[in-house]
């Protein structure tokens, strides 16, 4: 098991070592990323930072010998043996899971659910299986690529971070598995067809197969929200959410709100989307400005403040 | 109601001298107006009411909401107060529309009082007054002025009595077109798909003031205050629930059921909570030990016996019954509170009294709904009632040393019988039940705390999830299935350790015990049988609603939410007629009938008569999780009613099964679309009802006494 881990703590804290201890190893991804790490760090948000490193990092993983690499979202749960999913890399190289397994029949269900995909990208990065075959390395090298250069957020040049990416993965590679199994990646945006029940025994079935996983997207109101907009009267989906509220809460460590190390500058201002983005697509700024995150004078931060209107 | 403040000073162009006076003369005479209604306006109330005039009061120190009120505001329909409701009294005073009189200085140079909906004359209150009365905190405890969204809703008679009926043919008609022009689109829409009816038979209070006053618009009183008071303009859409989902209507102020109607219901917003009750009630979901710090009383002095008091205590039991005693814990003191198992604990007691046997009763002085923590349960203070008596309190340790010491002296018919292990710790029983070679060791499946810490077997609170495996999903979710291994493990100890004889109150109890625990062997003993009288109860009257109730305390995991959504349908009385027995005071509908019963061991069959008296036909037992007996479905079924259920309920599914008591329906829906049939009465038996009496054991006792133990 291996966190990845794109953040510093405050104050140069180091982790509690309880917290990391269900990982066999940690990769900080701000140390993965080879010459200009806080440069390239600059231009990316905490979203496309923290996916633009899985690339770079699966890459690496198969070269240390693994056979096959399973990534998982921070955001998902697993209630379940993840056969489906060993099964499908026994047999396939990359396997992927779509948003949704079938049309949605609702207007409000096609602008949320099926143009989402659309705009989003139709296969949920949020999960990812690669096996450390030819084919496998070859996507990993190519995603890897991708990521490192194109990683953003941007809808309306066609790119959403890593994910939309995968949309190439059925074209451009042999053997892709497209992981069909109701219990798999079970989220808000395909709740309006999937139907969660518990069975005797107790086990947590989806469309009467068991969960295998959960992904809890956007922890909050605007979650709860998108659940219940799908979920309906299903309140076993509410169960499952309420004890992923307890287990958050639970292991929840102490930070500043809204902390990411590299979403500030040095004395401590966030860092306008803006300027993130306004300095990545400026190579003369990025000679210029060598260390972004540096405050003061004769700082980006400085000529941002000349520079910039505000944002 | 959302609207823009009008622009203020007026834009009148003044191009002449003759514009110039007009003017003048025209802020001369708002000035006087405004300087006479100032003192019965509320500035704040206003403020509050209307977001648009809190923001326009809010760019323009200069801006004058009574002034505003003067010129636009009581056009537009809004209120000045909320003892004075402006389009009300235009649709009594509709002259005053053509006149362009400002109706509050109409009313206060006319009478200055108010006849409030529940006919107690009361003075219109001036601004002075306004702003230091209290708020109510509910419909039912408003003072008569005060009473929110119905109040102030003039009777003033006219001055020319036969001038409204007159004048309906122009100005009524002018009356219809113009007070309601302000917001004629919403009104539309939303009256469109509100239900009158129902929301008259909702809120007995509007209901009673709209029978006196025939004007009174239900459409119209929710725009303009009952979505705010949370009333809801149909059965199936809740203000409050979408007010709650939808934070961003909540902030703009706007009417949630017009935002439905017109957006939410377009863009997949809901009506209403869903997942319904089950789904509201997660919502507050806390944890076990968590609801243990809430039972938590306030430490009191107490000075507890000794063990050689205590030693004492059960040593002159012992030799005042030849050693023939009996000790039965509980969760609590069976002879201070009333319930069900409490009244079964006393006629134990007063059997093996009566068998010759001494009744020693502990329960634990902090109640609790789990097992007390393991750690300090010798320090765990206990009360001791001996044959029905208080004899003191004392500590675990204490009762465990004496009753060791005292070992030798316990003769052949002694008993130790746990009733419930709530708030006591396993070790305790364990120990005491060691302590003595007892004669029998009883422990009663009242419930089930012995296949988890949740008794009830409803996972999160909400559904009957039948025990499952102990690492199963269902139990990794559940908020009870973190203390489930450690509790078991202590379970198990004292079921090895104690070598119990385990017994149930019903067959579908004992199964689902066995289910768990294979084996055990479980004995049932009902708590009671039903023994024919032969006598039926008076027939109903031909065209009676049909009479359904809920009877005993109005409990969640008892179907208590299922009988408020009942209450919420607004079926119509002249159909159907909700009931409620009991001893307790819930918040209830005006229209639900209540009969105040209480069972006492005096009055043993009180709940059977009162059914019986008050000729209920279905009594909604709807129970979410296995009942491992129901008293009340007995009583029920004794007093010639027929009993309504749903699935998991336990034993009370079976009851009805078993004696062809009743229905058992799939889901709630099921149930809703049954009593919601206009053909309800024909499902009500024709045949008059037979009655039964109650005839209760004594639970162990009797099983001693009947040699009626585990093979």
């Known amino acids: 098991m291996t966190a990845v881990i794109t953040d510093k703590l405050p104050n140069e804290r180091r982790p509690d070592p309880e917290l990391l201890e269900s990982f066999d190893q940690i990769i900080w991804g701000q140390e993965i990323l080879g010459a200009r790490t806080e440069q390239w760090l600059f231009g990316h948000d905490v979203v496309e930072a923290c996916t633009a490193v899985k690339g770079p990092v699966l890459r690496d993983l198969l070269e240390l010998g693994y056979d096959a690499v399973v990534y998982l979202d921070p955001d998902i749960a697993v209630f379940a043996p993840l056969a489906p999913v060993t099964q499908s890399l026994s047999r396939h190289d990359i396997v992927l899971t779509p948003h949704q397994l079938e049309p949605d029949d609702r207007d409000y269900a096609i602008l949320d659910n099926e143009i989402g995909s659309l705009k989003h990208g139709i296969f949920n990065l949020g999960f990812l299986g690669t096996r450390a075959t030819k084919e496998g390395r070859r996507f990993a090298d190519w995603w890897s690529a991708r990521l490192k250069r194109f990683c953003y957020a941007e809808l309306d040049r066609g790119i959403f971070v890593d994910q939309k990416w995968c949309d190439f993965v059925p074209a451009f590679f042999d053997n892709v598995g497209i992981l069909r199994d109701a219990g798999c990646n079970v989220a808000s945006w395909n709740l309006n067809r999937r139907t969660i029940s518990v069975g005797p025994s107790g086990d947590i079935l989806v469309n009467g197969v068991p969960l295998r996983f959960y992904h809890f997207t956007k922890l909050g109101p605007v979650g709860d929200l998108a659940t219940m907009r799908y979920a309906g009267s299903n309140t076993e989906v509410y169960e499952i959410w309420s004890w992923y509220k307890r287990e958050v809460k639970k292991h929840e460590i102490s930070l500043p709100n809204g902390w990411w190390h590299y979403g500030f500058f040095s004395d401590g201002t966030p860092i306008p989307a803006r300027a993130r983005v306004t300095y990545r697509r400026r190579p003369d700024l990025q000679e210029a400005f060598p260390n972004p995150f540096v405050s003061g004078a004769g700082s980006f931060q400085e000529w941002c403040v000349g520079n910039l209107t505000a944002s | ?711």
Not at chain 2, 295 to 304: H, I, K, L, Q, S
Not at chain 2, 490 to 508: N, Q, T, W
Not at chain 2, 643 to 653: K, R
Not at chain 2, 688 to 698: I, M, T, V
Request: charged content about 20%; some cysteine; glycine content about 6%.
């Open chain 2, 1 to 711: 109601m959302m609207h823009r403040a009008r622009s203020y000073p007026p834009t009148l162009k003044i191009k002449t001298l003759k514009d110039f006076w007009q003017r003048f003369r025209l802020l001369l005479r708002e000035r006087g107006i405004r300087d006479r209604i100032a003192p019965y306006f509320d500035t704040e109330f206003y403020c509050r009411t209307y977001p648009d005039i809190a923001a326009a009061r809010q760019q323009n120190p200069n801006f004058d909401p009574v002034l505003h009120y003067v010129r636009f505001g009581w056009i537009e329909g809004r209120n000045p107060s909320c003892s004075f409701q402006t389009t009300q009294y235009l649709m009594a005073h509709p002259q005053l529309v053509a006149s362009g009189k400002n109706p509050l200085l109409h009313f206060i140079e006319r009478e200055g009082t108010v006849t409030s909906p529940v006919g107690q004359p009361a003075p219109l209150l001036s601004r002075d007054e306004i702003s230091t009365r209290e708020e109510p905190d509910n419909l039912s405890d408003a003072h008569p002025v005060s009473l929110p969204g119905a109040e102030a809703l003039t009777t003033a008679p006219p001055e020319r009595p036969n001038e409204v009926t007159d004048s309906s043919k122009s100005s009524g008609q002018q009356l219809t077109t113009t007070t309601r022009d302000f917001r004629s689109e919403n009104y539309r829409i939303v009256a469109a798909s509100f239900d009158r009816a129902y929301y008259l038979r909702r809120y007995a209070d509007l209901a009673a003031f709209a029978r006196e006053h025939p004007e009174f618009d239900p459409v119209l009183h929710y725009l303009e205050t009952g979505w705010m008071e949370g009333r809801d303009p149909n059965a199936v859409f809740s203000t409050s629930d979408y007010l709650e989902l939808n934070p961003d209507v909540r902030e703009a102020k706007v009417n949630p059921f017009y935002h439905y109607l017109t957006a939410g219901k377009s863009e997949g917003r809901f009506a209403s909570l869903p997942g319904g009750y089950r789904a509201r009630h997660l919502r507050s979901l806390i944890t076990p030990r968590r609801m243990a710090e809430l039972w938590r009383r306030p430490a009191r002095e107490t000075w507890p016996l000794s063990r050689q008091s205590v030693h004492r205590l059960i040593s002159r039991a012992l030799h005042n019954n030849d050693g023939k005693i009996v000790v039965a814990l509980s969760h609590d003191d069976y002879m201070a509170n009333l319930g069900g198992i409490q009244l079964c604990i006393r006629r134990e007691q007063l059997a093996f009294q009566a068998m010759g046997a001494g009744y020693l009763h502990l329960a634990p002085v902090q109640p609790s709904p789990i097992l007390a923590d393991a750690d300090e349960w010798s320090n765990q203070h206990y009360s001791i009632r001996y044959n029905g008596a208080a004899a003191g309190i004392t500590t675990a340790a204490a009762l465990v040393a004496a009753v060791e010491e005292l070992s030798a002296s316990f003769r052949d018919g002694c008993a130790f019988i746990v009733h419930a292990l709530h708030g006591s710790a396993t070790e305790f029983a364990l120990s005491v039940s060691q302590a003595v070679p007892w004669s029998h060791r009883f422990y009663w499946v009242h419930d089930f705390l012995g296949l988890c810490p949740g008794y009830n077997l409803l996972r999160n609170g909400i559904q009957f999830c039948r025990a499952p495996t102990l690492h199963s999903g269902a139990c990794q979710v559940c908020i009870y299935g973190e203390d489930r291994v450690h509790h078991l493990h202590r379970m198990d100890r004292l079921f090895s350790g104690a070598s119990f004889e385990f017994v149930a109150p019903s067959k579908s109890a004992a199964d689902l015990w066995r289910g768990f625990y294979p084996k055990h062997k479980v004995v049932v003993r009902p708590h009671c049988f039903l023994e024919p009288t032969g006598l039926t109860r008076a027939l109903r009257n031909e065209g009676d609603p049909v009479r359904v109730g809920y009877i005993g305390h109005p409990a969640f995991h008892k179907g208590w939410p299922v009988f408020e959504s009942l209450q919420k349908l607004g079926i119509d009385k002249d159909l159907l007629e909700l009931h409620y027995f009991g001893a307790a005071q819930p918040a209830l509908n005006g229209d639900v009938i209540v009969h105040r019963v209480s069972v006492d061991s005096c009055n043993p069959e009180a709940m059977v008569t009162a059914v019986s008296d008050a000729k209920l036909d279905f009594a909604l037992l709807w129970s979410i999780c296995p009942e491992t007996f129901c008293l009340a479905a007995y009583e029920a079924y004794a007093g010639g009613a027929l009993i309504l259920s749903g699935p998991d309920s336990g034993n009370v599914e079976r009851f009805v099964k078993n004696n062809r008591a009743g229905y058992v329906f799939a889901n709630e829906d099921a149930l809703f679309s049954f009593l919601s049939s206009p053909d309800l009465v024909s499902a009500v038996p024709r045949k008059p009802r037979r009655l039964y009496k109650l005839r209760f054991g004594s639970l162990s006792a009797e099983m001693v006494e009947q040699g009626m133990v585990a093979p």
